[in-house]
């Protein structure tokens, strides 16, 4: 079972209103497919404003075979304003916060547009997976970022994450 970091109280909480959202996050959900990679997505306890999602780690990476849970989190502002997305499994990566699990991605701060989806969201982080982001500004996890340039070392470490908690 991963380990998941554990942090509920930190997280912001989500906000539902009887606006067009819900509606939005339903047909995503609807829509969302569900295969290699994105292994599970969809609300906790029926709360349509806080999901739960599983990624696949991507093959020919350190993060190879593992399963990494991510949380999202909505807002009376999405679509206008993107959800909250934290990594819960522990990871080693140049753009995942090594404790928060927030997680530095273009699409989830200034590169939002009210078009991109939870399949999106996903996608990318998928992506982020394969392709660590090594500019200095994205990286959450400093260690990880100086690392890119010994690209075995960091290897080693981010499988050996992935082992003791992905997998």
């Not at 969809?42 to 806080?50: E, R, T």
């Not at 780690?57 to 593992?66: K, L, W």
């Not at 590169?111 to 090594?134: A, E, K, M």
């Amino acid at each position: 079972m991963p380990l998941l970091l554990e942090r509920p109280e930190n997280f912001p909480k989500p906000v539902s209103s009887d606006g067009g959202n819900s509606r939005r996050i339903t047909k995503e959900l609807r829509e969302l497919v569900i295969g290699d990679p994105i292994l599970m997505a969809g609300p906790i306890n029926n709360d349509l404003f806080h999901w739960e999602a599983i990624i696949q780690g991507p093959i020919n990476t350190p993060y190879e075979n593992g399963k990494f849970i991510n949380r999202i989190l909505f807002t009376d502002l999405y679509p206008i304003k993107p959800p909250k997305c934290y990594m819960m499994t522990k990871i080693f990566h140049p753009n995942i916060h090594e404790y928060s699990g927030e997680i530095c991605l273009t699409l989830l701060d200034r590169g939002w547009r009210t078009t991109l989806t939870v399949g999106n969201i996903l996608s990318g982080i998928y992506n982020l997976l394969q392709q660590p982001n090594s500019e200095f500004e994205s990286c959450l996890n400093l260690d990880a970022g100086r690392l890119l340039d010994n690209i075995d070392e960091f290897n080693r470490i981010a499988k050996e994450y992935t082992v003791l908690h992905a997998i």
